[in-house]
């Protein structure tokens, strides 16, 4: 027999799993109240029918609120989902498919390396000084730096760097970026943990499927507000992020500023982002990783436009009417709530110049497992079809 599918109303995120729950719950505590007197004794196994049916109520209760809170969130979509994060089995997924254009890219540009050269030169001084690229003592595999610059609102605006270990063993080289939003609620610091982007990448490097690579997390939700990293009156997050952020990068780090050599990725509300900015500004990235996400600005909270949400960013009309000369690598999870089908939808409508390569998971949710699995397959992705992001890549 098929097992129930993350649509059914019994399945983990179905409104009879919910209202079972509930009920359960409900008559346990009709139950304790019931025979609450009759345990009243001293004796050791009254006592220890007290404890046993308070245990068995909150844990009804639990179960109820876990019941609630996975059905609004989808976190998990299936009962098989439930068992393979118990038992840590990686999700199963397909094989990939390209829509559109061909993502793959031969080489860098001379224009591209022409670029990256005049770069250096203008902001060697910089760049030195820089603190982390002095370390006397290089870290063995990559690491992690907090730091700040000025936000949109004027403010300082955390930025989580993720420098490699070749960035200290190899002073004079330069590398791709890839530019890293968060989910909502989420900071920065996500993936340093529980993402651990870092190792992730650290791993793809020492197999040689994967340049080194830094990694900037800018926060875009300054104060816990969602931007949905749109340009907002008083709030140009989406200028923001893509032009101050690359422009202090590269002014700071010994990062190459073609677009070919930058990429963006993101999960959830990060994975909107990911794609806006990409294809919003498409002469400065040239790829885009979108996990979990979707294509128009959900807000959690106050929409700053009100009911007139600017076209421009709904990303499935802009697909549709002009598309992004960007290559895209989407996660599709059918039963996801949030991102699955809009997901799909995005990926078969693709057409050249954009290219989307999409991988379809079956039976997962929304939840920080499924896009932590997902990375290392889109990376690998990224290292093949995009030359600045491929081994081997400093010598072109």
Known sequence: ??????????????????????????????????????????????????????LVATLLVLVAVAATMNAE??????????????????????????????????????????????????????????????????????????????GPDGHPAKLTVWLPAAYFTQPHETFPVIEAFHGVPGTPDDFHRPVHLGAII???????ELAPTIVVAPGYTPDGLDTECVDAPGMPMLTWLTKDVPAWVVAHLRARPDRGSWATIGYSAGGYCAALTAMHRPQQYGSMIVLGGYFH???????????????????????????????????????????????????????APMSVTT???????????VWISAMPLALEWLGQARASFRPGAAAD
């Not at 509930?22 to 346990?28: C, R």
């Not at 439930?82 to 397909?94: E, F, N, Y």
């Open 1 to 54: 027999m098929e097992e129930a599918s993350g649509d059914g109303r019994m399945a983990p995120n179905g409104i009879g799993t919910v209202v079972v729950a509930w009920v359960l719950a409900v008559l346990a505590f009709g139950a304790l109240l019931v025979w609450w007197p009759k345990l009243s004794g001293r004796g050791w196994r009254t006592m220890l029918g007290r404890a046993a049916s308070q």
């Open 73 to 150: 969130n989808g976190w998990y979509a299936d009962w098989s989902d439930i068992r393979g994060q118990v038992l840590g089995d990686a999700p199963p997924h397909g094989a990939q498919v390209t829509y559109g254009a061909n993502p793959l890219q031969a080489r860098r540009q001379p224009a591209a390396i022409a670029a990256d050269h005049r770069a250096a030169e203008t902001y060697a001084t910089q760049r030195e000084n820089w603190v982390p690229g002095k370390r006397s003592t290089p870290p063995s595999g990559g690491t992690y730096v907090h730091t700040t610059m000025p």
């Open 202 to 208: 650290s791993r793809l490097v020492a197999r040689h």
């Open 297 to 351: 600005p959900i807000f959690n909270g106050r929409n700053p436009f009100g009911r007139n949400t600017p076209p421009s960013y709904d990303l499935m009309q802009v697909e549709r009417t002009d598309p992004s000369p960007v290559a895209a690598w989407v996660q599709v999870a059918l039963q996801d709530p949030v991102s699955g089908r809009v997901s799909e939808r995005f990926a078969q409508r693709a057409r």
């Open 359 to 369: 991988v379809e998971w079956r039976r997962v949710g929304h939840r920080f497992s």
